[in-house]
């Protein structure tokens, strides 16, 4: 099993930027990619980004491209998303994920609430 702890959000105005953090423990050496995913209220959960464990290639949905920004810490079992430019469309609770290689996401964090003011 995998566990993972986000921080990082909060309430920031339209313009702004935020960094969302994910701590991984326990079984971190099955981990293959880990993701962001967002929720809004009343929407589906959407893929927002995705880094590869060990060679740190990160892909993104296309509305984070140019914005957002996947990265990891391996040494500290972390992984962050940078987030800028922040649109009041981008409000949700955003989740981290983690995945071995043949699986699809089966570890989830809690969540932490983004919140963007217009």
């Known amino acids: 099993q995998v566990q993972l702890v986000e921080s990082g959000g909060g309430l920031v105005q339209a313009g702004g930027s935020l960094r969302l953090s994910c701590a991984a423990s326990g079984r971190t050496w099955s981990i293959y990619t880990m ?13 927002v980004a995705e880094i590869n464990w060990s060679d740190g290639k990160g892909y993104y949905a296309d509305f984070a491209k ?26 949700a609770v955003y989740y981290c994920a983690a995945r071995p290689e043949t699986s699809t996401y089966p570890y989830w964090g809690q969540g932490t609430q983004v919140t963007v003011s217009s």
């Open 66 to 91: 140019g914005r957002f920004s996947i990265s990891t810490e391996t040494a500290k079992n972390a992984v962050y998303l940078q987030m800028n430019g922040l649109k009041p469309e981008d409000t």
């Open 35 to 47: 993701a962001w995913f967002r929720q809004a209220p009343g929407k589906e959960r959407e893929f």
